[in-house]
């Protein structure tokens, strides 16, 4: 017996089977019964609001019969638009990826659906539908790798954004792809496709990167705010004040990292320093202020790591009301005090309750998750050592464990062998327990190994 491969051919066996008339199928189904008989005799094409119809009428979960509707709207037939669209916004609304990405497929070859793709995938990704722009993006970059247009270049930053992650091995390929194009963009889509590359490269350690990135976004931001001021062209996703002050303070931090802590606190100076703004309205005062507070907390964060530890107290008094800041305050007391012999017992007991991965927020918004990843790997590592040295090795080992286990995750070499180190120092303390825990996570490294993960993020 012949499989059924048709549509038509499903829904006049089942007409057949329950013994069931076009008007009865009609009425459930909710479809013309003129309609139908043409459906079924090969001689109207079926439409996607029809398709889902007949499929409820017959009893079948939604999407049933997309993977047949594929093989006869698009493989076997002169595609038609009209069907084509509704069909990728309905797998959309279910959550048919799949389907999606089998029909783009093969529509790739035709360039003459191209554009009327990208306008798809731009309407999906801006209905916050990203696993389902997604396949369609990657196929206007596979259908157009030769060409040099801007419609290219944005495709390539849409895959960029929507596949970042906790991975920093993903990440890293994902923003060495991008880079590339950034240039190639309209000049509205390039201030946050650089603000975009250097929370990726900083969450890395690729301080000598963000250094560059961050002075061409100084550059295109400064000559963006000349021409345009506060208006904000279609792209341009905060103010445009924004992206200048981020400049300054991404330059800052990677000079604090590379421990030119006198850079670092020039640098602080300029994102505080506002005349340059003609008379700012409500959200750049909003902006304003907040980078404000970010040079005002990372001014005593310089002080402290570099030495003037007698900015502590202050340091503390600052963030006690100031949620916000007190995750990353915490990362850096943490190492200024492994590294200057300080006691900060009261400090972490205090801020407990604020030690466990939580997305961080500003007045303007979320703070990038991979620079948040990436810190808090970081601060877990930066108590366990702070606690063994101490001997208190139950909270150490707890901590160190956590770091691992964080690193494992994001796939963060350069922290899991920091982590490594430790633990070898401290390992005769370790109990029974915590050395079993301690094997389980290592026995993961071999995973990331294969992954070829990057071990060689630069120290701090």
């Not at 609304?93 to 191209?114: F, H, K, P, Q, W």
């Not at 091995?169 to 250097?198: P, W």
């Not at 100076?269 to 409500?282: F, G, L, Q």
């Not at 990353?328 to 900060?344: G, K, R, S, Y």
């Amino acid at each position: 017996m012949n499989p059924i491969t048709t549509i038509r051919e499903h829904l006049d066996n089942y007409l057949k089977k329950e013994q069931m008339t076009l008007n009865h199928f009609s009425e459930l189904s909710g479809v013309n019964s003129g309609t139908l008989s043409s459906t079924i005799n090969g001689l109207r094409p079926i439409g996607m609001r029809q398709l889902d119809q007949i499929t409820i009428g017959m009893g079948l979960p939604e999407g049933h019969f997309y993977d047949l509707y594929i093989d006869e709207c698009i493989l076997h037939s002169n595609p038609d638009w009209r069907r084509l669209k509704p069909f990728l916004y309905r797998c959309a609304e279910l959550g048919r990826v799949d389907c999606i990405e089998a029909a783009t497929m093969l529509l790739m070859d035709n360039l003459s659906y191209i554009p009327l793709l990208f306008e798809t995938a731009e309407q999906l990704y801006n209905a916050e539908k990203l696993k389902a722009a997604l396949p369609i993006y990657r196929c206007i970059v596979e259908s157009e790798k030769m060409q040099h247009s801007e419609r290219l270049a944005l495709s390539q930053y849409r895959i960029f954004s929507i596949s970042l992650s906790k991975d920093q091995t993903k990440n890293l390929s994902l923003a060495t792809q991008f880079e590339v194009f950034v240039d190639r963009m309209d000049e509205s889509y390039q201030l946050d496709g650089l603000n975009d590359l250097i929370n990726v490269f900083g969450s890395l350690r690729q301080w000598d990167h963000v250094l560059k990135l961050s002075e061409k976004l100084e550059v295109r931001a400064t000559i963006h705010y000349e021409l345009h001021g506060r208006s904000k062209p279609v792209g341009v996703k905060k103010e445009s004040i924004f992206y200048i002050l981020y400049s300054y303070l991404a330059m800052g931090t990677a000079y604090f990292y590379l421990e030119d802590y006198k850079k670092a606190l020039e640098y602080v100076a300029k994102y505080s320093e506002y005349s340059w703004v003609n008379s700012p309205n409500e959200a750049e005062k909003m902006v304003i202020q907040q980078f404000r507070e970010w040079a005002e907390a990372n001014r005593y964060m310089y002080l402290l790591r570099d030495g003037q530890v007698h900015v502590l107290p202050q340091y503390v008094e600052y963030i006690s009301i100031r949620q916000n800041e007190v995750f990353p305050a915490l990362c850096e007391i943490v190492v200024a005090a492994n590294e200057f012999q300080l006691d900060i017992d009261h400090i972490l007991v205090e801020y407990e309750h604020l030690l466990l991965y939580q997305e961080q927020t500003s007045r303007i918004g979320k703070i990038s998750s991979q620079l948040t990843g990436d810190r808090y790997g970081r601060l877990l590592m930066g108590i366990g050592a702070y606690y063994l040295k101490k001997g208190v090795y139950e909270k150490g080992f707890s901590s160190l464990l956590g770091s691992i286990a964080s690193s494992l995750e994001i796939s963060n070499g350069f922290c899991l062998l920091k982590c490594v180190g430790i633990f070898e120092n401290y390992r005769k303390y370790a109990s029974d327990t915590v050395i079993s825990q301690y094997q389980n996570l290592i026995s993961e490294v071999q995973y990331l190994h294969e992954k070829k993960i990057n071990f060689a993020y630069s120290d701090v």
